[in-house]
Nanobody
Framework: QVQLVESGGGLVQPGGSLRLSCAASGSGFSVNAMGWYRQAPGAQRELVATISEGGPAYSDSVKGRFTISRDKAKITVDLQMNSLKPEDTAVYYC?????????????WGQGTQVTVSS
């Protein structure tokens, strides 16, 4: 059974910073990638950043402001968010993508609220 536990969300003023963390538990799986997605009210869930053996990748909206990092041994992924804007307000979800047979399977955290407001 794979579980993801997120922490670090909250309320921050525009221009401020937050750091999100996610830890995976479980065994018997091989990681393809870890990442963060977000979903604002009334919007689709969108990719924020992902990291794999090929390195990190970011959505254009956060490039240069957010940094994703991971600890492969501990199966954790962090998202450092700087220069936050009101449009970054959303529920942020941790994603773990693992190899499953010939394909991939996604696991999701419960979500953590990030609110950017003065």
């Amino acid at each position: 059974q794979v579980q993801l536990v997120e922490s670090g969300g909250g309320l921050v003023q525009p221009g401020g910073s937050l750091r999100l963390s996610c830890a995976a538990s479980g065994s018997g799986f091989s990681v393809n990638a870890m990442g963060w997605y977000r979903q604002a009210p009334g919007a689709q869930r969108e990719l924020v950043a992902t990291i794999s053996e090929g390195g990190p990748a970011y959505s254009d909206s956060v490039k240069g402001r957010f940094t994703i990092s991971r600890d492969k041994a501990k199966i954790t992924v962090d998202l450092q968010m700087n220069s936050l804007k009101p449009e970054d307000t959303a529920v942020y979800y941790c994603n773990l993508r693992v190899y499953r047979g010939l394909g991939l399977r996604d696991y999701w955290g419960q979500g953590t609220q990030v609110t950017v407001s003065s």
